[in-house]
């Protein structure tokens, strides 16, 4: 049953035609990396690094950082590592960061992520040196958060490049050609997303967030549970713009919110157009399941029936429809 469980996570994510189609994980602590290290060689999509910040009174240095990156450049044994900046504020506050965020009105719409990055230059500078340093160690992709504006992306490139200049004149190691990439979790950087790609090496759609703020249901409001769906039209142009834009500026687009872990979404994503997937450790098998029981070429008209669907019951009833030969 081991060998068996072993055995299928080395099977390649290719559908039943053929298309490739990339599967990575999503990491938040050093836990996942021992559930990685089981679960097959596979790269990480998105590393949520505020889990760093969060309970402690200071935030980690430069080294402390570095070494949380080697470790998981490690386990990963040469896949690559997608790093994305600290998402801090909105739910997730350390210690430092809880006092001026404190009595936001609305932390959602606040200042969280990439914000409080630009907000806070050298605690973000202190993150950015060691992701760079990290990046002469293995293969390291650095993703931002929440962009809203290219002027953001503008600011946030700026001090990469300044943090490469101080690296290079102290003599400290980094890949110049790392690559950078942003969440697409807003829906104003969703309708923009080609205009981002073009500026960036990849993008990931963070569905949790782009459902939260299209569709103004607070992700952490159990009042408001019931009508947060990621099927809503709405979500789902979004997610179609994306993917176009990407295109568009040629550029590489994942999905790593939680829809993309859901396996009765697989087969909608990859009609869709999605090829790269990043899902929480434990879906690996699962969506690996689901991507290999696929043909790609069936996927076209109920996915266009379904993205036409307005009401949320019709939705499912096609979702259904769509998986039904999946036990
Ligand atoms: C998302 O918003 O979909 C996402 C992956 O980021 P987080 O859940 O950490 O906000
Ligand atoms: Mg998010």
Do not use: W
Not at 12 to 35: F, K, R
Not at 284 to 292: D, G, K, W
């Amino acid at each position: 049953r081991r060998a068996d469980l072993v055995r299928q996570a080395r099977l390649p994510s290719v559908t039943l035609d053929g298309t490739p189609v990339t599967l990575q994980a999503n990491i938040e602590l050093d836990a996942d990396l021992n559930a990685l290290r089981r679960a097959g060689p596979t790269g990480v999509g998105l590393y949520r690094t505020e889990f760093l910040y969060l309970n402690r009174s200071t935030p980690p240095d430069e080294g402390e950082q570095l070494k949380a990156y080697r470790r998981a450049l490690r386990a990963l044994g040469g896949e690559a590592l997608t790093v994305r900046t600290y998402d801090l504020g909105g739910d997730k506050l350390p210690d430092a960061e809880a006092r001026e965020t404190q009595g936001s009105p609305n932390p959602a719409l606040g200042l969280r992520a990439i914000r409080l990055s630009l907000r806070e230059p050298g605690l973000f500078a202190t993150q950015i040196r060691a992701i760079l340093r990290a990046s002469a160690l293995g293969p390291i992709r650095l993703m931002l958060p929440m962009l809203t504006d290219i002027s953001e992306l503008d600011q946030c490139l700026a001090l990469i490049e300044e943090q490469r200049s101080q690296l290079r004149k102290a003599g400290r190691r980094f890949d110049p050609g790392m690559p950078i990439g942003a969440m697409i979790e807003v829906p104003a950087a969703a309708l923009t997303a080609a205009a981002f790609a073009r500026r960036l090496d990849f993008l990931s759609i963070g569905t949790n967030d782009l459902t939260q703020y299209t569709l103004a249901i607070d992700r952490t409001d159990e009042t408001v549970n019931h009508l947060y769906d990621p099927l809503h039209p709405a979500v789902l142009q979004l997610i179609r713009l994306t993917l176009k834009g990407a295109a568009r500026a040629r550029k590489p687009v994942a999905m790593c919110g939680e829809m993309a872990g859901d396996p009765r979404y697989t087969r909608l994503l990859l009609g869709m157009g999605l090829r790269e997937f990043s899902v929480p450790v434990n879906r690996l098998a699962e969506i690996r399941h689901v991507i290999r029981r696929t043909d790609v070429r069936k996927l076209a008209t109920p996915v266009r029936k379904l993205l036409a669907a307005g009401e949320r019951a019709v939705r499912d009833r096609l979702l259904e429809t769509l998986n039904q030969d999946l036990e």
